[in-house]
C-alpha cells in the first residue's frame, strides 16, 4: 500500500492533533470465468475488478487515533446506470424525487467504516467489518482469481460484514467493538439489520487459534454460532471452521438453512507458488462442494491465479487471469 501524506496544515483544522495522515491502496484484477450452468446454457466471461482503499487517520495528544476507510470499487459485472425513484409519496415529479442506481451498486464509494482506537481497542461505526466476517477460519484462503464463490466461508455471509460496493450496515446503525490483549482476541458487533448482536472470543495456543462465535438474530437463517481452528500442519497452513446457519429447513440452494462444514489448507511450493485446497458442506448444498487454485508470484505486487471448484449446486466454476496490487 502506498502511502501519501499530506501535510498537517491540510488535514488538521482544530488544535491538538498529533499527526494525521492518509493512505491510498488497492488492486486490479482481470482475467476469464467460467461457469457451467444446470441449464446446459455455460458461460466463459471477462472478469474484473478495480478497488482503491482509502484509510484517513488522525491521532490526538492523548494517543487515541481516530480515522475512517471507504473504498472506491468497480466490477465488470456492476451497474451503475441511473434510474429516477419517485421519492416516499410515489409521485413523479414532484420535489422529493431522485436518482438511484437501477442495479448492483458500481462505481462509486461505499459506506465509510469510522473508528477511534487505543492500545488493543478499538470502536468502529458504519460500515463495519462484523464479528462473524472478521472470525478466525472464515477466510484463510483466497481461492483463485475471483474467490470461486467462498463456498469454504462456513457462516455463509449469514452476518453482518464490511460491503465494499454499498453501504453494509452504515445505513442500519453498525456499531462493534473490538479488543486484543496477546494472543486473545474479543469482537462484538451489532446492527438494525435483523437486530443482530454477534461476537467471537480467539485465543492462540501452541501455535493454534481457537475461535468461537454466537449471533442473536430475527432471521432464521442467520447464523447461530460458529467455531473454528486454525494452524500449521506440517508444512501447511490448515483451518477448519463449522457453523450453525439456522435449522435445517430442508431447502437446497437460495433459502436453505442448517449446518455448514469448511476444511481448508494452504501449501507454499517452491518461493514463489501457493497452493488452496478446500472441502466443505452443507444442508442445503446439493453435493459436498470441494475445489483447488493457485497463486505464483510475480513479484513487484503482480501474481498469477487461478482455480477450478466443483459447487455445492453441482456444477463446475473455474478462472484464470493476473492480480496487481497497489
Not at 167 to 195: F, P, R
Request: no cysteine; hydrophobic share 35%; aromatic share 10%.
Amino acid at each position: 500500500m502506498k502511502k501519501v501524506l499530506f501535510a498537517t496544515t491540510a488535514l488538521v483544522a482544530t488544535a491538538g492533533v498529533a499527526a494525521a495522515d492518509v493512505t491510498f491502496g488497492g488492486y486490479g484484477r482481470f482475467g476469464v470465468l467460467y461457469q457451467e450452468n444446470a441449464s446446459g446454457n455455460d458461460e466463459t466471461n471477462v472478469t474484473s475488478r478495480f478497488r482503491l482503499q482509502i484509510d484517513a487517520t488522525a491521532e490526538s495528544d492523548m494517543g487515541v487515533t481516530f480515522g475512517a476507510r471507504a473504498r472506491i470499487q468497480q466490477n465488470n459485472s456492476d451497474d451503475s446506470s441511473l434510474s429516477n425513484n419517485d421519492g416516499p409519496d410515489g409521485v413523479a415529479g414532484t420535489a422529493d424525487d431522485f436518482a438511484q442506481l437501477s442495479g448492483p451498486a458500481g462505481t462509486g464509494i461505499n459506506g465509510v467504516r469510522f473508528f477511534a482506537r487505543t492500545g488493543g481497542f478499538e470502536v468502529g461505526v458504519g460500515n463495519i467489518y462484523g464479528a462473524l466476517e472478521s472470525m478466525p477460519g472464515m477466510y484463510e484462503i483466497d481461492l483463485g482469481l475471483t474467490g470461486l464463490s467462498y463456498e469454504y466461508t462456513a457462516y455463509n455471509f449469514r452476518g453482518d460484514a464490511y460491503s465494499s460496493g454499498g453501504n453494509g450496515a452504515a445505513g442500519s446503525n453498525g456499531v462493534e467493538a473490538l479488543y486484543s490483549m496477546g494472543d486473545l482476541k474479543v469482537h462484538i458487533s451489532a446492527s438494525d439489520t435483523n437486530d443482530r448482536v454477534a461476537g467471537y472470543v480467539a485465543y492462540t495456543f501452541n501455535g493454534f487459534t481457537f475461535a468461537a462465535a454466537a449471533q442473536d438474530s430475527n432471521a432464521a437463517g442467520d447464523t447461530d454460532y460458529a467455531l473454528s481452528v486454525v494452524g500449521n500442519v506440517g508444512p501447511a497452513k490448515v483451518s477448519l471452521a463449522y457453523a450453525d446457519n439456522g435449522d435445517d429447513n430442508g431447502i437446497t440452494g437460495t433459502g436453505g438453512n442448517g449446518d455448514h462444514y469448511a476444511l481448508t489448507a494452504s501449501f507454499d511450493i517452491g518461493a514463489a507458488t501457493n497452493l488452496d485446497v478446500y472441502v466443505a458442506d452443507a444442508d442445503y448444498f446439493a453435493e459436498t462442494s470441494y475445489g483447488i487454485g493457485a497463486h505464483h508470484d510475480l513479484a513487484g505486487g503482480v501474481s498469477l491465479r487461478g482455480g477450478i471448484i466443483s459447487r455445492g449446486n453441482d456444477t463446475i466454476r473455474a478462472d484464470m487471469g493476473v492480480r496487481f496490487t497497489f
